[in-house]
Structures are given as C-alpha cells and as structure tokens.
C-alpha cells in the first residue's frame, strides 16, 4: 500500500514539477499532463520508486546517490519513453534537439538534472511524503486503484485513437467557448 501511494505522490508532485517549468520556460504546451483525468505524470512516480529501491548505502550518500539516480531515472525515462511510444502512441517529450540524445528519449542534461532531483527529493521531500502516505486510510486504497487503472484505460483509449497527447487537454475545450 505505501509504495502504491509513492508512486502516486510523486507522480502528483512531478506534474507540479513539470507545470513549473513549462511556465517558467514559457512554452506554449502549459500543462504536461500524462492521463486523461488526473493531474499526474507517472514517470515521476517510477522514477522515484526506483530511487528508493536502491539499497540503503547509496540513498544515504549523496556522492554515490547523485549518479545512481542520474542512470536509474534515465533508465527509466527512457523506458517510459518507449513504452508511451509502442503502446499508446504518443510522445510526450522530445530531446531530439539536444546533444547527445538517445533516440530523443533520454539526454545527458536531463540524467544529471534527475540526478540532482533525486538528492533533494531524498534530503528535502520524501520525509513529507512518507510522512503523507503512512497517513492515508487504508479504505482508500481500493478507489484509489479503482481511479488510477480506470484512468490509464481511458487514456489509452484516447491516445491510441488520436495519437496526440493534446486530447488529454480536453478542459481547455471549455475554457475556449467560455471565453468567447
């Protein structure tokens, strides 16, 4: 059940993350969500699960935290990359554009930032969310997972049917006939 919940948590937060960073980047594509209803991005949550599977020694040193991080996380992106690719067929980001990418999934840039995002969410953010998810009700749990596989099977639906990630954004709809 806890690590349900990491996983979840940190797929909440790495959506914030990526909200921030559109914003701050100023990009046109202003939300990076990764399912139909929730506001989450599960790579995060992978990321981080993958990170707190390494073995004690390691997330308690910064020195040898910082590049198992960096090639866990990559593993992972790029992993998720692929997949999202093969089976929902979608991208949903691209370092084509940056040195040294790998088939644009993964580049050396983004490994050394998940390396620093792993210490400082280890060092900083991860008692929180400990501290959080030791306190949801296990009655949760159940609609909890109810929500999340209902979700993933809509999104798939979606994406394999439009192959674009902008059918996830279907509230701007709205928001445009408000405003006119």
Known sequence: MTWFWYFFLYSVLGFGLEVVYVRLR??????????????????????AVAILLLPEGVRQTPLLLFPAAALVCTGVEYAAGLFYETVFRVSFW?????????????????????????????????????????RIP????????VLWSADTVATALVLRRTEDTGALRWYHRFARREAA
């Open 26 to 47: 100023r990009e046109a594509k202003r939300d990076r969500k990764c399912r139909l209803i929730l506001p989450v991005c599960p790579v995060y949550g992978l990321g």
């Open 94 to 134: 691209s370092y084509a554009h940056l040195p040294f990418n790998l088939d644009g999934r993964v580049c050396p840039l983004f490994s050394l930032l998940w390396g620093v995002l792993a210490v400082a969410v280890l060092g900083l953010i991860h008692p929180w969310v400990a501290l959080l998810a030791a």
């Open 138 to 145: 296990p009655r949760l749990l159940a609609p909890a997972l």
